[in-house]
């Protein structure tokens, strides 16, 4: 096996170089890293799509490997009643508690520049027109603090739908597929430069038509990924195979 070999980034596709010494690729053209999650008596063919094992049949390759079931993670709330199963957690962390006071301050100081432009007589234009912007930022980060605070993500399957609802606050990324599409669910590691939360992860659902579905992202936890994908696949029966890109358990 080379040094380093070259695989596709599988957030914008761009080149990446890999290297053993660090299992990681890094994407020349988006920056991301990625980290490579295999022991190392496997490796990735050139076109870096195909899992092989060195002296052993597809057969017995990770990409059709039977896994051991992941425990129940502490934060996932995991029902499974008569014909269906339902998944679901809460988003809040501590950094929607600093967010909170942040918005408080922002929105209180727009309040009182309003209140001092609105009451005051003859106001030039410009105290109401240049916060506007400022208007706008205060609106949203408050309402993605308090969905941050307040909202969960349930999944839901049966024998006829795959659901993905966020509550109470909307949200956008709601899904409802039915399970006759549903080829595959698989999990990756985003990486980025925010320093308080730099890896996060994602599941996805890879459908039988070729497209693929975000299903939940910023996932602190790669177990509620995990654990969710495994007990969905065992319970519908559906082989567990590798995806390129996917982070493996």
């Not at 998944?87 to 209180?108: M, P, T």
């Not at 909202?151 to 966020?166: A, E, G, K, L």
């Not at 320093?195 to 602190?220: D, E, H, I, V, W």
């Not at 065992?234 to 890109?245: P, S, T």
Request: proline residues 5%; contains cysteine.
């Amino acid at each position: 096996m080379d040094n380093e070999m070259t695989f596709y980034c599988p957030s914008c596709g761009g080149k990446t170089k890999f290297s053993p010494e660090t299992e990681r690729w890094v994407c020349q053209y988006c920056g991301n890293e990625h980290v490579f999650n295999l022991p190392r008596r496997y490796k990735y063919s050139e076109v870096g799509q195909d899992l092989q094992t060195e002296g052993k049949t597809k057969a017995e390759t990770p990409s059709t490997r039977k896994r051991e079931l992941l425990p129940q993670p502490q934060d996932v709330k995991f029902v499974k009643l008569g014909d269906s199963l339902t998944f679901s957690w809460r988003w809040f962390s501590l950094q929607y508690i600093f967010l909170a006071f942040f918005c408080v301050a922002w929105d209180a100081f727009l309040c009182f520049w309003y209140g001092m432009a609105l009451s005051s007589r003859g106001a030039p234009w410009i105290m109401i027109v240049f916060p506007i912007f400022h208007v706008a930022i205060g609106v949203g980060l408050t309402y993605y603090t308090l969905a941050g605070l307040f909202n969960h993500t349930t999944v839901r399957v049966d024998r006829r739908s795959f659901s993905v609802q966020h509550s109470p606050l909307p949200w956008f990324g709601a899904v409802d597929i039915p399970i006759q599409d549903l080829q595959q669910l698989y999990t990756q590691e985003k990486m980025s430069r925010d320093s308080q939360n730099p890896t996060t992860y994602q599941l996805n659902a890879a459908l039988k038509n070729g497209r693929k579905l975000k299903l939940a992202s910023n996932l602190n936890d790669p177990d509620i990924s995990f654990f969710i994908e495994q007990q969905i696949e065992h319970w519908l029966n559906i082989e567990d195979e590798a995806v390129f890109g996917e982070m493996r358990v």
